[in-house]
């Protein structure tokens, strides 16, 4: 099941799972029992009358019921509280050496870092997370405009990506699979269009993707892809994208040396093909109005070529 906190894939969605059901299940308790002594209490007072100027026996019985009743709400409350605290702790703890990978977030996309000791090691790419099953990825998150909110339901809860300031969350998946997840945090326009997937691997399976991540951009193999590259590598695109192994080295966009890897664009506003790459090329502001990237005026053959050049760079 997607995008359910209710399905959770991993340890800290699990918990905070368990947690929700807790907190459900003393509430329908208490709404029963309050209502159930409602309905009684009325009943009584149909059968008996009552005389508004005095307290009856049984009124005072009923004030003494309510004293025991807060006490009761305050002895809940409180258990309440610490469980939820207790569950807080348990998802903050440092678990041994995870994968660590920055995430920055832009109107409207997530741009992804994955961090390493050398230069070499880096891997960049934007609106889908690769993670390798069973083990912990630390999340080291901010913003480069307003304030975001990464939510995967099925992995974690949420956490807000701020402006100058670095925020974590440690997620681990449990079981192999694609994971959807969307902005959380109402942050203009397009938030809603602002749609995040992680992809829990196998371990194996993780290491060949990152191994392909590093490698430079494909070099164009048809007379196609290389009349693409050329229009890319003239036009305006080189200011706000990189292309590794190519003069394009723009930061505004989401690096482009694999963007053909990905299996939707523009963080999910669009399935990854060569029709919809040139649509948006095109026009950017008909899928995603209010968006940075402007519309491009190309002929056909060179919008065509240039969706077939960036749908190579696998
Ligand atoms: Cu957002």
Sequence with gaps: MNHSALHPAGLHAAQIAHLGWIFLAVSCVVYVVVIGILIVVLVQRR?????PTTLSRAERRALTSVGIAVGITTVLVTCLA???FLTRRTLEQDTGEPLRVRIIGHQ????VQYQSDTAAGQVQTANELHIPV?????????????IHSFWVPNLQGKRDLIPGHTTHIVLVADQAGRYEGQCAEFCGFQH???RIVVDAQRPADFDAWRQAQLQPAREPASEQEKRGKQVFDSGTCVMCHSIQGSPAGGTIGPDLTH???RSSIAAGALPNTPQTLALWISNPPAIKPGTTMPAAALSGEDLLSLALYLESLK
């Design 47 to 51: 059968r008996h009358g009552s005389d």
């Design 82 to 84: 610490v469980s939820e």
């Design 108 to 111: 409207w996309w997530w741009e």
């Design 134 to 146: 069973g083990r912990p990825v630390q999340l080291q998150m901010t913003s480069q405009d307003v």
């Design 192 to 194: 809603a269009k602002m």
């Design 259 to 261: 963007v053909g890897s």
